[in-house]
């Protein structure tokens, strides 16, 4: 049975690798990789911050109703 001879399995298994790497190799030079969409800024519409008002005693933080 030639399959259980194990001397000719080094000469089998090593140009066999080296071609699967070479070909995995070619194939990988030759793609062609679509290149990096540049990130889309959206314009974000300014919004009323509660920092940005004048604290007074109306804008005091105990006399508004408590936010959940």
């Known amino acids: 049975m030639p399959q259980l001879n194990t001397t000719t399995w080094l000469t089998i298994i ?6 699967l790497f070479l070909i995995t190799q070619l194939k990988l030079l030759n793609s062609h990789l ?7 800024f959206t314009k974000t519409k300014p919004h009323a ?3 940005e008002l004048k604290w007074t005693k109306i ?5 508004l109703p408590p936010q959940y």
């Open 14 to 19: 090593t140009p066999t690798l080296l071609a």
């Open 49 to 51: 911050k509660p920092w």
């Open 34 to 40: 679509h290149p990096p969409t540049p990130p889309k």
């Open 59 to 63: 804008y005091s933080p105990h006399s």
